[in-house]
Each structure stands twice: as structure tokens, then as C-alpha cells.
């Protein structure tokens, strides 16, 4: 069984700075892509940041500059450090990774994780 679990989420003012994290567990043979993709009340999910096993990297063009996304390979983790956070921020972020497992390819996610900026 693989599992992904968030952490790192919580409430910070306009400006602020918070770092998600992300951690794959269980029968992992491979891990291809892993990314950070957010929810707001009302909105469609939408891709935040993903990051390719060697390093290639993608944005959504509202946080380019201010979001930066980082992988582990060798523990399995992802992290997503976020900085100026802004009320538009706003969201559930959920945790995505594309893994190989003993049952072959699949796409997790995790359970998400709330980031609330407000004054």
C-alpha cells in the first residue's frame, strides 16, 4: 500500500511564508513525477508546482517567483516552499506522485493540507 501525507499547512498573514511537505511511504519501486496541486472553495483543482525525477521543473504562472518546488529522491519527498503568500493563495493543497508500486503505475494523493492567508 503507498501512501502520500501532507504536512506543513496552516494560517499565515499576506507576505508570509509557509513550506509544505510530502512524504510517499509503502511498497514504492519508482517514483516519476511529484507536484503540489491546490483547491479553493468554488474552484476547479488546479496544478501549483511538479518537479520530473531529474530535476525538471513547472509552474503555474501566478506563483512562478514566489513558489518553490524540491524533491528528495532518496527519502521520497517532495517539499513546496512558499513565499509573499497572498489571500488568493488560499486553498487545500493536495500532494500528487506518479509511483510504481508492486502492482504497477498508478497516481496518489495525498489527503491535503489547508493554507488560509488572511490578516
Known amino acids: 500500500q503507498v501512501q502520500l501525507v501532507e504536512s506543513g499547512g496552516g494560517l499565515v498573514q499576506p507576505g508570509g511564508s509557509l513550506r509544505l511537505s510530502c512524504a510517499a511511504s509503502g511498497s514504492i519501486v519508482q517514483i516519476a513525477n511529484m507536484g503540489w496541486y491546490r483547491q479553493a472553495p468554488g474552484k476547479q483543482r488546479e496544478l501549483v508546482a511538479a518537479?520530473?525525477?531529474?530535476?525538471?521543473?513547472d509552474y503555474l504562472d501566478f506563483v512562478k517567483g514566489r513558489f518553490t518546488i524540491s524533491r528528495d529522491n532518496a527519502r521520497n519527498l517532495v517539499y513546496l516552499e512558499m513565499n509573499s503568500l497572498e489571500p488568493e493563495d488560499t486553498a487545500v493543497y493536495y500532494c500528487?506522485?506518479?509511483?510504481?508500486?508492486?502492482?504497477?503505475?498508478?497516481?496518489?494523493w495525498g489527503q491535503g493540507t489547508q493554507v488560509t492567508v488572511s490578516s
Open positions: 500528487n506522485a506518479n509511483i510504481k508500486s508492486y502492482d504497477g503505475w498508478r497516481t496518489y
Open positions: 518537479a520530473t525525477r531529474d530535476g525538471s521543473k
